[in-house]
């Protein structure tokens, strides 16, 4: 159906950068919001940061100012510049979708398998 592959994660030292990538494949019709979250082990996902088709964006209040997400529909394709980073952003980074196959008349959300950021001296 759907698959969500991402990509650009590791380690990287307090005060770098970092860009995530992640690519929709399968017989998509149209994809509505895109986005990150993250997870740490014994806590529960959290919300990252949201972008739609038209580019309005919306961020977590912890990642404001040092993450960008943006976009290319022609691609199906959502990325997440992460600038300024701290230890407390360690996680596994998961990519999230609502996708539209091209039989069916509604959106169904697709996650990606998640790739391990890690900030660390």
């Known amino acids: 159906q759907v698959q969500l592959v991402e990509s650009g994660g590791g380690l990287v030292q307090p005060g770098g950068s970092l860009r995530l990538s992640c690519a929709a494949s399968?017989?998509?019709?149209?994809?509505?919001?895109m986005g990150w979250y993250r997870q740490v082990p014994g806590k529960q996902r959290e919300y990252v940061a949201t972008?739609?088709?038209?580019?309005?964006?919306n961020y977590a209040d912890s990642v404001k100012g040092r993450f960008t997400i943006s976009r290319d529909n022609a691609k199906n394709t959502v990325y997440l510049h992460m600038n300024s980073l701290k230890p407390e952003d360690t996680a596994v980074f998961y990519c999230?979708?609502?996708?539209?196959?091209?039989?069916?008349?509604?959106?169904?959300?697709?996650w990606g398998q998640g790739t391990q950021v890690t900030v660390s001296s």
């Open positions: 999230h979708a609502s996708v539209r196959l091209s039989w069916q008349t509604y959106y169904v959300n697709y």
């Open positions: 399968g017989s998509i019709s149209s994809i509505n919001v």
């Open positions: 972008i739609t088709p038209g580019g309005s964006t």
